[in-house]
Every structure is written in structure tokens, then in C-alpha cells.
């Protein structure tokens, strides 16, 4: 499919039902004007968007890093976008300071597009196979962005991890994503990809079949406090607001439960940590 909302448990599933997922592997048709092969050459392999935020100025450092220290396969052709070229700017100063280097290489470009600019946001799309989208909270600011990459021929990957905004993009934009030949997968961000390749290494590693994995998150706070981004404490608020179009939005996607194999873990709470389950 050309959407997936990624969460931990698909590799057991995998392991438990291997027919209906390998429908997901399904090659996927390249429009022309498309993300796929035989598609005309476009300026840059990735973009990230919202660079100058306070993820995006993290996704930022790793890209040049990765693009700098000799792990990938050639050059990369890479950009950062957002809204002030200044902010882009000082965003790339950092990221070169950071990494011991005097300035980023001219590869690196720049592009100004704003989120409710719909013709900006097109216009990136069409300069790059992927956009890595760090704007947040995606239920008031993702969809426009997802929108510009399917029409344009782009894939996009976010760190988000709100349910009602990647299964409302499922939903949505998993049949044009199909045929246009790219990618929309959310949940790539602390949300998901820990407890991926944790239920991953977990499952590889135990002698006998994985049923259930419950997983502990220990905070712990300076000497100032504790405090939460406000982006992620407003993802958690409306998120948690919103849990009955949730219920509906999935009735509609018709997607059936995941049958739970084994006990059935409860969740616990201990004092200092945050502990939550993941079944199946």
C-alpha cells in the first residue's frame, strides 16, 4: 500500500500471519511525474521540512552527518525548508558546528514553503523524492503536507504519533499514494521506532514465539523539572480528546483486531516510571 501507519507490533504479526501482510509488499505502479523509476531526476533525494524546529534541527544534524561520514552510497543531494531562510539559515551554522566542520557543503539547499501555502508546499514536492516532515502537531498542520507530497510524487515520512491523523491519511490518501508509486508512513519518531526495533530484537533473540512485550519508560528530570514540548503536549491533549472519532474512523478503515495470543498483559504504573503494554 502506499500509506502505512507503522506500530510495534507488525513484526509479530508478520510472524503469526504472513499471507495478508505480504499484500503490503505489493509492487506499486510508477506514474508519470512520479517518485518510481523511469521518473526525470529532481534537484534533491530528501528535503526536510520544518528544519528550523526543535526536531527538525535534530533531523537536520543527523542528515549531515549520515551525508558526511561516508555511510551512504555516493553524494547526497539534500535540502532543508521551512518558512524564514535566516532561521534555515542558522539551523545549517549549527549542524556544521555540531559536527566539527567550518560550514555545510553547497549540496545543501534551501527552499522557503509554509504549510498553509499550498502552492509553496507543491512546489518543494516536486524538487524531491522524500520530504522528512518535522511539523507538528500533524492533526492541525500534516495533512496539507501529505496532500502536496502524494500529488507531486514524493514520499513523506513524519515522526508523528497521533492515530487519528495517520489513519485519517490512510484512509484518505492510500489509493492516489498507490498510484502515484510513493510512500506516506508515519510513526517514524520516539513514538514507534524504539518499540519497533525493541519488539524486533526481542523476537529475534528469544528461543520460542513472542506473544507479548511490555515495555518500561524511565523519566527523569534536572534540576530545573521536568516539562514537555508543547507541540507533544498538545498532540497528547487533543489526541486524548478525541478517542470517539478515533472509534469511528476505524470502523470505517475495517481493520480487525489483533487477536491476542497467549495472556493477556495488564497494564501496570510504577512510581518514577512510565510503563505501558504492547499486545497482540
Known amino acids: 500500500m502506499g500509506t502505512r501507519p507503522l506500530r510495534a507490533p507488525y513484526p509479530i504479526i508478520e510472524d503469526l500471519f504472513p499471507e495478508p501482510l505480504a499484500a503490503w509488499r505489493r509492487p506499486l ?38 551525508a558526511g561520514g561516508g555511510e551512504l552510497r555516493g553524494a547526497l543531494r539534500w535540502a532543508v ?11 545549517l551554522e549549527r549542524a556544521a558546528e555540531r559536527l566539527g566542520k567550518a560550514a555545510l557543503g553547497a549540496e545543501v539547499g534551501v527552499l522557503l514553503c509554509d504549510v498553509g501555502d499550498a502552492a509553496s508546499l ?9 520530504v ?24 513523506c515520512i513524519d515522526v508523528s504519533g497521533e492515530p487519528r491523523f495517520l489513519e485519517g491519511m490512510y484512509l484518505q490518501y492510500d489509493g492516489t499514494a498507490a498510484e502515484k508509486g ?22 529475534d533473540k528469544l528461543k520460542g ?19 514537555v514540548h508543547d507541540g507533544t503536549w498538545k498532540s497528547a491533549v487533543y489526541g486524548l480528546a478525541d478517542q470517539d472519532n478515533l ?33 497482540n
Request: overall charge positive; glycine content about 12%.
Open 122 to 130: 507543491a512546489a518543494a514536492a516536486r524538487q524531491t523524492r522524500l
Open 182 to 203: 510513493v510512500y506516506v508512513i508515519g510513526s517514524c519518531g520516539f513514538d514507534s521506532i524504539p518499540a519497533d526495533l525493541g519488539v524486533l530484537y526481542t523476537r
Open 29 to 66: 505502479p510508477t506514474a508519470a511525474g512520479g517518485g518510481g523509476a523511469g521518473a526525470p531526476e529532481r534537484p534533491y533525494e530528501l528535503v526536510v521540512f520544518g528544519a528550523s524546529g526543535f526536531t527538525g534541527q535534530f533531523v537536520v544534524e543527523e542528515v549531515a552527518r549520515a
Open 132 to 155: 522528512l516532515n518535522c511539523v507538528g502537531p500533524s492533526r492541525f498542520f500534516g495533512e496539507p503536507v501529505v496532500e502536496a507530497c502524494v500529488e507531486n510524487g514524493a514520499s
Open 209 to 227: 514465539t513472542l506473544t507479548a512485550v511490555e515495555s518500561f519508560l524511565t523519566v527523569q528530570s534536572g534540576p530545573e523539572g521536568s516539562c
Open 247 to 279: 472509534r469511528k474512523l476505524r470502523k470505517r478503515i475495517g481493520c480487525a483486531p489483533v487477536p491476542v495470543v497467549g495472556a493477556k498483559l495488564k497494564r501496570r504504573y510504577k512510581k518514577q516510571d512510565l510503563c505501558f503494554t504492547i499486545r
Open 81 to 91: 525548508a521551512g518558512r524564514r531562510r535566516e532561521k534555515l539559515q542558522a539551523v
